[in-house]
Nanobody
Framework: QVQLVESGGGLVQPGGSLRLSCAASKIIFTVFSAYPMSWHRQVPGKQRELVATITSDGSTNYADSVKGRFTISRDNAKNTVYLQMNSLKPEDTAVYYC?????????WGQGTQVTVSS
């Protein structure tokens, strides 16, 4: 079974940056590269929301709340997807989850906490 492991979360001041990584294991890169990947986030008491998606050909989509500040990218040779987060705001505070919405399955990572606070 595919495993997704996120890293890179932490505490950052408003206006700062963080780069999240999500590494997929137990899968060959030709399979990883064929499917989309996404990042979601969740605040306690609220529904998980989609933050960004990247397709197999590199096309990207973003939630309106993060457009122009966040960038999703992927390195298929490393089975890894990234989320570069700039100009962070307190409202970006959440647990960020990596997601592989693949045909017939839906893999999730364990999540990484991002806290934006002074």
């Amino acid at each position: 079974q595919v495993q997704l492991v996120e890293s890179g979360g932490g505490l950052v001041q408003p206006g700062g940056s963080l780069r999240l990584s999500c590494a997929a294991s137990k899968i060959i890169f030709t399979v990883f590269s064929a499917y989309p990947m996404s990042w979601h986030r969740q605040v306690p008491g609220k529904q998980r929301e989609l933050v960004a998606t990247i397709t197999s050909d590199g096309s990207t989509n973003y939630a309106d709340s993060v457009k122009g500040r966040f960038t999703i990218s992927r390195d298929n040779a490393k089975n890894t997807v990234y989320l570069q987060m700039n100009s962070l705001k307190p409202e970006d505070t959440a647990v960020y989850y990596c997601n592989a919405p693949w045909p017939g399955v839906n893999y999730w990572g364990q999540g990484t906490q991002v806290t934006v606070s002074s």
